[in-house]
């Protein structure tokens, strides 16, 4: 596919190439193995600077290949190889072969790939050095056993609590009841809690607020941080340093947000103190929380990433974390990256939607075997399931993720 534009940097796949794409994919259904090529990255690439010229549309183009059963994306364009899975479809990015213009003090480098059976392997050559990645070909599952319910988190964004007509009331009361008929062990809120960081609106957050029955923690969004926002927010949630703690498991938060800019990102200074928060934890889930999201998000121009996704989403998913719970873009989604599940929440009762669906929250489900993420309507309170994934413990993952990648 061609996704490059005259003169820009950045990329797109428009209306009448994704239709063909598609209408190719349907006519091949029944090959054994679908490949597809594109210049620009579909996932952020660690050590490859700011993040942003993705592909526009990047998010639409990661459904359409999961829904036909692609089992290879190759692409290029940051310089920098990079090799991951998403929901089993493998993702293969290649550096540069003979350009100068590597990224990090990285070598010119090119990717082999091997594809049996059972198994694709992707290898990165480097000059006197390689690291290969395998990982099992695509194939359905029946999972037989849910096993017992270890957890219940609900996950909210987009409240936009003001007096204007933006903030929809009726949908909000009607979700917090639905969220206490629940009884969830933890509510999380992914930011954007007002419409705007004034007092009049911080006031309303404190009154709605207080009608969530069950705990709740908070990361802060854009809106949340704008004109005096800044001061109000940890008055309003506590503290910056959002957490939550069981026996089970540990939920770290990120603020990911920056002062007057709808930009994200965690620096390298907030990264490596989540590494080593995440590093020491005892409990057997880990469960990251912030505002922007870390993978691209279907029907949406492709600009909410993180300025630095590459690093912060390759370094979740080798400490082997669970869950990753984003809010931005007012869209439900939910996937998984290597062993990571990604969870984005929808606006729970506020105008900006980008979902027929309408406003929603996200019940996280967390049972011996699976995870079970499902979005549950503001008003209606109707549901319908995002995605189940199996479940293995964190020592299991990383081993996994080791196990996939060799170096030498």
């Given amino acids: 596919m061609d996704s490059s534009i005259p003169d820009r940097n950045e990329g797109r796949v428009g209306s009448s190439k994704f239709e063909w794409l598609k ?42 290949f999961q829904r036909y059963d692609v089992d290879l994306v190759l692409s290029g364009h940051r310089h920098y190889p990079n090799v991951a ?19 990090a003090g990285d070598v010119c480098s090119y990717n082999q790939i091997d594809i049996a059976p059972e198994r694709i392997t992707v290898r990165i050559i480097r000059f006197e050095s390689f690291k290969e990645y395998s990982y099992p070909r695509i194939k359905s599952e029946i999972f037989i ?3 017992k319910k270890l ?43 007002v419409e705007r960081g004034i007092p009049q609106n911080y006031e ?38 959002q957490g939550f703690e069981t026996p089970l498991f540990r939920v770290h938060a990120v603020n990911s947000s920056q002062y007057d800019s709808d930009v994200g990102a965690v620096g390298r ?14 409990q057997e889930i880990s469960i990251v929380f912030l ?23 390759k370094s979740l998913c080798d400490l082997g974390v669970d869950i990753v719970l984003t809010g931005h873009s007012s869209y439900p989604y939910a996937t998984r990256v290597d062993n ?33 993420i499902s979005e549950i309507h503001s008003l209606w309170g109707s549901k319908r399931i995002l995605g189940i994934w199996r479940r293995n413990n964190r020592n299991e993952r990383i081993a996994s993720l080791q196990e996939n990648c060799r170096e030498s």
């Fill in 204 to 241: 309303l957050a404190q009154k709605y607020l207080e009608m969530v029955q069950s705990p709740i923690v908070y990361t802060p969004g854009p809106r949340d941080i704008n004109y005096i926002g800044y001061e109000l927010f940890p008055q309003l949630t506590g503290g910056w340093d």
């Fill in 151 to 193: 957890a219940r988190i609900v996950q909210i964004a987009g409240t936009f609590f003001s007096d204007r007509e933006i903030f929809e009331k009726r949908k909000y009361e009607n979700a917090v009841r639905k969220i206490n008929s629940l009884r969830p062990d933890l509510v999380i809120h992914c930011g954007d809690i």
């Fill in 340 to 372: 990571t599940i990604i969870s984005n929440a929808n606006a729970v009762s506020c105008q900006y939607v980008r979902s027929l669906y309408g406003n929603s929250f996200n019940v996280i489900d967390i049972y011996e075997n699976l995870v079970n």
């Fill in 291 to 313: 505002h922007h999201n870390v993978v691209p998000l279907p029907h949406i121009r492709e600009k909410g990433l993180l300025e630095d996704a590459g690093d912060v989403l």
């Fill in 85 to 103: 899975t998403v929901n089993d479809m493998v993702i293969s990015n290649a550096g540069c072969m003979s350009c100068k213009k590597v990224r």
């Fill in 145 to 147: 056993s849910e096993g």
């Fill in 23 to 64: 209408s190719k994919l349907v006519e091949y259904s029944y090959k054994k193995l679908k490949i597809v090529a594109v210049h620009h990255h579909l996932i952020p690439v660690p050590k490859a600077g700011t993040e942003r010229n993705v592909l526009f549309n990047a998010g639409d183009l990661m459904d359409l």
């Fill in 269 to 282: 200074f907030g990264l490596k103190n989540l590494e080593d928060v995440i590093r020491e934890q005892e």
